[in-house]
T-cell receptor, first 112, second 114 residues
Framework: KQEVTQIPAALSVPEGENLVLNCSFT??????LQWFRQDPGKGLTSLLL?????REQTSGRLNASLDKSSGRSTLYIAASQPGDSATYLC???????????FGTGTRLTIIP | DVKVTQSSRYLVKRTGEKVFLECVQD?????MFWYRQDPGLGLRLIYF???????EKGDIPEGYSVSREKKERFSLILESASTNQTSMYLC?????????????FGPGTRLLVL
């Protein structure tokens, strides 16, 4: 059974710094991996999706990488801003499965 | 833009009541999902549906049922609400079997069972 882990559970960094969020998963036979953002009391917004055959995806200041062999993904945020404060969730979709398995998230606070 | 809407943002119900949570999507997606989100446990899948009148159990279906009579609408039913069903409920939808497509989430319904 796939398990997804995100460490740390919470992270605070000063504005302007670059930062990395980590995600690990136990079964490498994945269909895709996604990073979501969730603001307090709100739904999830998709940030980046990396297909199984890809190594990374970029969108603006965000870059996500995928290493299936080691069961790891990272989300890199460049030049952090207070508006980046949110919970970031990693989710994995396995082959032959429409379901996503989520990590418990990293709550990010950017200090002005 | 894909839009997933949920019928209520906040609900307060009493133990034993029958509760209906409604979700509607406007993008003709085949798949629809119901999750609950609890602190420290993350999002857990309750049920999903890949077509009208089709449903499959997720990881925590006990105490819940679902209904999908129309493609755009997926309902979650708590037959007899209990206090341990107090949670944030999130609905999502996606296209069937497309690796480049994400799930689109609604804003969530925060349910309190007293």
């Amino acid at each position: 059974k796939q398990e997804v882990t995100q460490i740390p559970a919470a992270l605070s960094v000063p504005e302007g710094e670059n930062l990395v969020l980590n995600c690990s998963f136990t079964d490498s036979a994945i269909y895709n991996l996604q990073w979501f953002r969730q603001d307090p009391g709100k739904g999830l917004t998709s940030l980046l999706l990396i297909q199984s055959s890809q190594r990374e995806q970029t969108s603006g200041r965000l870059n996500a990488s995928l290493d299936k062999s080691s069961g790891r993904s990272t989300l890199y945020i460049a030049a952090s801003q207070p508006g980046d404060s949110a919970t970031y969730l990693c989710a994995v979709r396995d082959f032959g499965n429409e379901k996503l398995t989520f990590g418990t998230g990293t709550r990010l606070t950017i200090i002005p | 833009d894909v839009k997933v809407t949920q019928s209520s943002r906040y609900l307060v119900k009493r133990t034993g009541e029958k509760v209906f949570l409604e979700c509607v999507q406007d993008m003709d997606h085949e798949n629809m999902f119901w999750y609950r989100q609890d602190p420290g446990l993350g999002l857990r899948l309750i049920y999903f549906s890949y077509d009208v009148k089709m449903k499959e159990k997720g990881d925590i279906p006990e105490g819940y049922s679902v209904s999908r009579e129309k493609k755009e609408r997926f309902s979650l039913i708590l037959e007899s609400a209990s206090t341990n069903q107090t949670s944030m409920y999130l609905c999502a939808s996606s296209l069937l079997d497309t690796p480049e497509e994400t799930q689109y989430f609604g804003p969530g319904t925060r349910l309190l069972v007293l």
